[in-house]
């Protein structure tokens, strides 16, 4: 079962807004409204900063959205920031067989 | 404050079992929403799911297909801890090891993780 697909970086200056697409199949993105994103700071374990396409847990800026259109899902991070510049992650259900996929990840450089 | 606390040895011998264990504060394996999991990663493979466990009046168990037939994860109910054990290793089994909750046992999204544990199979 292949990972999502993510681009493999993306930059931007601070200030400015960055998108990060995660695109899979109508076995897992498109068929389920179970997407979550991660980020990862380097020698770090990943954290949750969307659940359920668009969800923000407590305590995760409101500088973090998210949306799905089809088998694509999206991260928007606005008014960037070089605390941001980390890797980023998307993970959707993928059913009762395969359970879970994660995306390849995305660098993202604040410039 | 929730916290999982990871342990067990770093360094495995090609085809011995990797065996890591989980300890939980603040929160209970015994939960009726989450589920615990355990994920890896490493350069060659990323982010890899490999199975969970949770209790929804009995114990339940799912696994990744890639490693079913060679991993299982048990709860230690009386340690509040659960514990990932991996048969047959090989050098691709090399990668840092998480494990991670499940805020909502079907939700599929992990709301708190481990450290993670470096193991290094290798003779």
């Known amino acids: 079962q292949s990972a999502l697909t993510q681009p493999a970086s993306v930059s931007g200056s601070p200030g400015q807004s960055i998108t990060i697409s995660c695109t899979g199949t109508s076995s897992d993105v498109g068929n389920y409204d179970l997407v979550s994103w991660y980020q990862q700071h380097p020698g770090k374990a990943p954290k949750l900063i969307i659940f359920e396409v668009s969800k923000r847990p407590s305590g995760v800026s409101n500088r973090f959205s998210a949306s799905k259109s089809g088998n694509t899902a999206s991260l928007t991070i606005s008014g960037l920031q070089a605390e941001d510049e980390a890797d980023y992650y998307c993970c959707s259900y993928a059913g009762t067989r395969t359970y879970v996929k994660f995306g390849g990840g995305t660098k993202l450089t604040v410039l | 404050q929730v916290q999982l606390q990871q342990s067990g040895p770093g360094l495995v011998k090609p085809s011995q079992t990797l065996s890591l264990t989980c300890a939980i504060s603040g929160d209970s394996v015994f939960s009726n929403s989450a589920a615990w999991n355990w994920i890896r990663q490493s350069p060659s493979r990323g982010l890899e799911w490999l199975g969970r466990t949770y209790y929804k009046s009995k114990w339940y168990n799912d696994y990744a297909v890639s490693v079913k037939s060679r991993i299982t994860i048990t709860p230690d109910t009386s340690r509040n801890q659960f514990s990932l054990q991996l048969n047959s290793v090989a050098p691709e089994d090399t990668a840092v090891y998480y494990c991670?909750?499940?805020?909502?046992?079907?939700?599929?999204?992990?709301?708190?993780w481990g450290r993670g544990t470096l193991v290094t199979v290798s003779s």
């Open positions: 991670a909750r499940e805020g909502v046992a079907g939700h599929w999204y992990f709301d708190l």
